[in-house]
C-alpha cells in the first residue's frame, strides 16, 4: 500500500490536508481517501492511475486546491464584505456556482446589484462565465459599472474584487 497526502493552499495560506491510500498489487487501485465526493475521482482515476501515478496525483491536486480556493473566496467574501452582500451568497457544495447581490455605495447611496459566476474549469479558481447586473432602469453609469465588474470577477479573486470597489463607489457619486 502507498499512502500520500495531498495538502492545498490558495495565496500562500495553507487550507486543507486530503489523505489517498492506493493498493499497488496487483494493479494499482484507490483503497480508501479523505477527499470531497464532488471532486471527480473515478473519472481521474480512470484516465491516469495505471498509466502515470504522478500524473493522476498532479490532476488531483489541481482540482482540490482550485475547489479550496474558490470555497477561500467565497468565505472571505462573506467574512470582510458582509456589510456589502445583500441576503446570503448561494453556492453549491463544489463552489463552483456562486450567485449573490450586493451594494456598492457612495456617500449617500448604494448601489445594487446582482452576480453569477459559473467556475466551468474545475481545475481554476477564477470564474469562466461571469453575469453582473442591475435594475433595468439603472442609469447608463451603472451599466457600465456592472459591465466592469464582470471583467474584474473573470481575472481578480473575489474577496480582491470586493477590496477595490470602495474607491470605485466615490467616483460613482460623482457620475450619477
Known sequence: MKSSGISTAYEGTYLDSYHLDLLTKPEVQIYRHSL???????????????????????????????????????????EHFSD?????????????????????????????FHA??????????????????CTPDAPAALAEMAAAHTDLFRHVALHKAFSSFSSVGESLAGAL
Open 36 to 78: 470531497p465526493t464532488f471532486i471527480p475521482l473515478q473519472q481521474i482515476a480512470k484516465k491516469y492511475l495505471q498509466t502515470d501515478i504522478r500524473r493522476f496525483l498532479t490532476v488531483l491536486s489541481d482540482h482540490l486546491n482550485a475547489y479550496v480556493g474558490r470555497r477561500y473566496q467565497a468565505d472571505q467574501l462573506q
Open 84 to 112: 456589502q452582500i445583500e441576503g446570503t451568497l448561494q453556492r453549491n457544495s463544489l463552489c463552483n456556482l456562486l450567485v449573490f447581490n450586493y451594494n456598492v455605495s457612495s456617500k449617500s447611496k448604494a448601489f445594487p
Open 116 to 133: 453569477r459566476l459559473l467556475y466551468g474549469d474545475l481545475c481554476c479558481s477564477l470564474p469562466t462565465e461571469v453575469v453582473v447586473s
